[in-house]
């Protein structure tokens, strides 16, 4: 009787654990993966979500949280998967609120599904709702104005305290 060399439980002690391929991977922890853009890739943990965010650099992502029993999320799940490969330039994220209750927590979710606009691992927008319209025109927006520019006086959370309507040496 034939039998299969290795079934996946058993591994050899000499022997390394396949490494999985990445996109830009970090080798500072290559454990974590980052996301292929054009694909819509499913965030299993909160130091994952993290490790993303903080990899990515200067690209715009997207955040959907969602929940498998919502008629909402299904009826806009294969809408997302869509527009990902529509904004090849984007990162597409895809995370279970009732899998990950912490990054649920982490943005007050009360309507799903979220949508989370990120860029350079900072919140820039977001909003609630099934709406491919509404998504599409913040994609648009986002892609189109790019991050809002932060004063040279501004503090780090880009407030502006000295603002003044007229500038210095204007009447």
């Known amino acids: 009787m034939f039998k299969f ?4 439980t058993e591994q050899e002690p000499n022997e390394r654990p396949a490494r999985r391929a990445s996109f830009g991977e970090s080798s500072k922890d290559p454990g974590h993966t980052l996301p292929f853009p054009g694909l819509v890739t499913v965030v299993h943990s909160e130091e ?3 490790y993303i965010l903080a990899g990515l650099g200067s690209r715009w992502v997207v955040l959907e949280l969602w929940a498998p029993w919502s008629a909402a999320c299904a009826a806009i799940r294969s809408e997302f998967e869509v527009l990902a490969k529509s904004y090849p330039t984007w990162i597409f994220l895809r995370a279970d ?11 007050s979710v009360t309507r799903i599904p979220l949508y989370v606009f990120f860029w350079q691992g900072i919140e820039e927008t977001e909003f ?16 189109m104005l790019g991050p809002a520019e932060v004063a040279a006086h501004a503090d780090p959370a880009g407030r502006v305290s000295d603002w003044k309507l007229n500038p210095e040496g204007a009447d």
Do not use: N
Request: hydrophobic fraction near 35%.
């Open 97 to 107: 609120i009732g899998q990950l209750p912490g990054i649920a927590s982490r943005w």
């Open 128 to 143: 609630a709702g099934a709406s491919v319209r509404k998504l599409r025109e913040v994609l648009d927006d986002c892609t």
């Open 5 to 8: 060399p290795h079934t996946p």
């Open 48 to 50: 994952e979500l993290d």
